[in-house]
């Protein structure tokens, strides 16, 4: 029998330089991004366009909204749900659903917490507990849903009902544990120096321009598919400038206490940045990653071409709900304790709002890390920007619902049209 290969992961979204033929220019380039836009690929760029016209509108109805302190504010509070996002792309990618994401990170919070506060066991080793408590959990869903060939939404709704029985059995009703280790704590309320934030932005671009000019300068010496020199160069100055933007707005002494300054980037920032870089890699650079796109965009082919799919199908969930652990340790890090109800209400529902709000398709086959990094920011944008005017919760619902069904619908048409176009 004659074996099908495997799809090719999707090229990223926002790479513009890249279609079916060689752009020889920036003009080229942008023209065919441009036919891309047109064949339904738009990628992030909805959710790149909405936070800006967020941006704008709140800038305008509150002078507080763009002030340092505020600021500082927005990327603590999108911290949780940006990582929680990211950890159910992969499972997205495979046209799967976790519906326990958000309470197993309850859940893995209130394990690191105990371990601190009842074993008086050091914060590595009880996060490293938390963690691997998630990726357990994870693995378990995922035998139930590749072995046993449970739709993962039964599967997940029923560890949802069942970890919060325990995360209740472990607290108490009612009670909660406090965040008693001063790291843990420090992810979301203590900032970096101003000189380690300059460092960090210098490295950050440094590093971006090394490794985006090697991998040109690779490509073009093997005759591979490349970006223009010119696009690759706009896209290293524009990290250094957000890096630097982002590092000169949060270096200034924000408080509102002359005796207390409060200056530097929130710790929290860097850790989201080191696990965006790091998922990048994997789902781009390796071959795990080109795997779980294949996967995600033809099972059947994926298998006939000899990949282990029940394998994939069980690691994506691992990923998950570890990641689920390390958002409930960010969560519990910005709340000082985890109780009863860590994890659930509308935790998981916003992120998964932020990962189709950012690109990521619900039908699988589709959707980066970054996805899930720039739909976080929206959604905490929206809950931010609304605080500062004083709006009712319902407000902040059903705005943060429309944005995710106005992305949903975004998402249809865009298949449907790539559909048409004859792209996968």
């Known amino acids: 029998m004659t074996q099908t290969s495997a799809p090719e992961p999707e090229l990223a979204d926002s790479d513009f330089a890249i279609d079916a033929h060689q752009a020889a220019g920036l003009g080229e380039a942008v023209q065919a991004y441009r036919n891309r836009i047109r064949g339904g690929d738009m990628g992030s760029l909805p959710a790149v366009l909405g936070l800006a016209v967020l941006f704008v509108v709140f800038s305008i109805a509150s002078d507080r909204f763009l002030i340092a302190l505020n600021l500082a504010n927005l990327i603590t509070q999108a911290g949780a ?80 009902l069942g970890l919060q029985g325990v995360i209740l059995k472990m607290i108490g009703e009612g009670g909660s544990v406090r965040v008693a280790d001063d790291v843990i704590r420090g992810i979301t309320i203590d ?5 380690a934030g300059w460092i960090l932005a210098v490295v950050l671009s440094i590093g971006y321009a090394a490794v985006s000019l090697r991998r040109h300068r690779i490509q073009v ?58 998922w990048t890699f994997v789902f781009n650079r390796t071959r795990y990653g080109r795997h779980v796109y294949a996967v995600g965009g033809n099972r059947e082919a994926a298998r006939r071409a000899g990949i282990n799919v029940d394998r994939i199908r069980v690691s994506v ?90 992305a949903a619908g975004v998402d249809a048409v865009s298949r449907r049209r790539r559909s048409a176009a004859g792209v996968g």
């Open 81 to 160: 749900i940006c990582v929680l996002a990211m950890g159910l792309v992969p499972v997205l990618l495979l046209g799967d659903i976790d519906l326990s994401a958000g309470v197993a990170g309850g859940l893995s919070a209130a394990i690191t917490a105990l371990a601190i506060v009842d074993h008086d066991l050091n914060w590595a080793v009880a996060v490293a507990a938390g963690v691997l408590a998630g990726a357990v959990m994870g693995f378990v869903i995922g035998l139930f849903v590749a072995k046993l060939g449970i739709p993962s939404f039964v599967v997940t709704l029923a560890f949802f």
């Open 191 to 195: 900032n970096m120096s101003v000189a």
């Open 221 to 278: 010496s093997r005759g591979l598919q490349h970006a223009p020199l010119s696009v690759v160069l706009i896209k290293i100055a524009g990290i250094a400038a957000i890096a630097i933007t982002v590092t000169a707005v949060l270096n200034v002494n924000r408080s509102r206490n002359p005796n207390f300054p409060i200056e530097g980037i929130p710790y929290v920032l860097p850790l989201v940045a080191v696990l965006l870089v790091f």
């Open 317 to 406: 969930f691992v990923i998950c709900t570890s990641m689920a652990a390390v958002s409930g340790i960010i969560a519990s890090s910005y709340a000082g304790k985890v109780s009863a109800s860590s994890g659930g209400g509308n935790t998981l529902l916003y992120a998964v709002g932020a990962a189709v709000i950012g690109g990521t398709s619900l039908f699988g086959g589709k959707g980066k890390p970054s996805d899930a990094v720039i739909g976080g920011v929206v959604i905490a944008t929206i809950a931010n920007g609304l605080g500062l005017l004083n709006q009712a919760s319902w407000i902040n619902f059903v705005v943060t619902g429309g944005v995710l069904l106005l």
